[in-house]
């Protein structure tokens, strides 16, 4: 069982940044796939990032690119998003979550975080 916390959202002008943090119970974190997913209003929820569990594998999705940096850190159980020249349209709830294998696909991961709000104004 792996529990997820996420924390670090909240409110930031465009072109600004935010540093999002999702700690994991259990003492098997580095063995899971590691992802950040968000939905925005209206919209379903989409996937952001992904990290493999030794870190040496990142996946975006494109509208991110260059701009948000997943990380890890197993000794201490959690995982990170770096959200650097944030647009309007990055305004979502994030979500982390934990999975066996990668995915693109919210639904094969098992664990979820219950999501932290992030609103970037224009």
């Known amino acids: 069982q792996v529990q997820l916390v996420e924390s670090g959202g909240g409110s930031v002008q465009a072109g600004g940044s935010l540093r999002l943090s999702c700690a994991a119970s259990g003492r098997t974190f580095s063995s899971y796939v590691m992802a950040w997913f968000r939905q925005a209003p209206g919209k379903e929820r989409e996937f952001v990032a992904a990290?493999?569990?030794?870190?040496?594998?990142?996946y975006y999705t494109d509208s991110v690119k260059g701009r948000f940096t997943i990380s890890r850190d197993n000794a201490k159980n959690t995982v990170s998003l770096q959200m650097n020249s944030l647009k309007f349209e990055d305004t979502a709830v994030y979500y982390c979550?934990?999975?066996?294998?990668?995915?693109?696909?919210?639904?094969?991961?098992?664990?979820r975080g219950q999501g932290t709000q992030v609103t970037v104004s224009s």
């Open positions: 979550a934990a999975s066996v294998g990668y995915s693109r696909d919210y639904r094969t991961y098992v664990y």
């Open positions: 990290i493999r569990g030794n870190g040496g594998t990142t």
